[in-house]
């Protein structure tokens, strides 16, 4: 029998070296909290994992070919956390060979219309 428990889905977040090094900081913490509620998530049978930030074609090129080799990954979330250039990921989609489901959703659950400015948008 399978343990499910022992099979992988790579939380991997998309941004890009453009936002600076703080808000950098903040992504990735954004994205391990939303990797730790997928994974302690009843309804999920399999773990899910926090990648690093991808935010280079380079980067995300070896994510994908790491999550190919890998075998207890099953698959890639990916989430673009700030804004991530498709261009960016057409290499690294082309050779994945495991499943991608892209998660479209912001962190904060309500947007903060009264005072929206860039700075918010870009976190």
Known sequence: MINLKELEVWFVTGSQ?????????QV????QTIAGALNDAKQLPVR?????????????YAIC???NTAKNCIGIIAW?????????????LKI?????????????????????DMDFMNL
């Not at 070296?17 to 900081?25: D, S, V």
């Not at 990735?28 to 994205?31: D, G, V």
């Open 80 to 92: 673009m956390h700030t804004f991530s250039p498709a261009k960016m990921w057409i290499g690294g």
């Open 28 to 31: 990735a913490a954004h994205s």
């Open 96 to 116: 994945l060979q495991k499943p991608l489901c892209h998660l479209h959703t912001q962190f904060n659950r309500d947007i903060p219309w009264k005072d929206i």
């Open 17 to 25: 070296h453009l936002y600076g090094e703080e808000t950098l900081k």
């Open 48 to 60: 899910v994992v926090f990648k690093p930030t991808v935010k280079t074609t380079e980067e995300i």
């Open 65 to 67: 070919m790491e999550a």
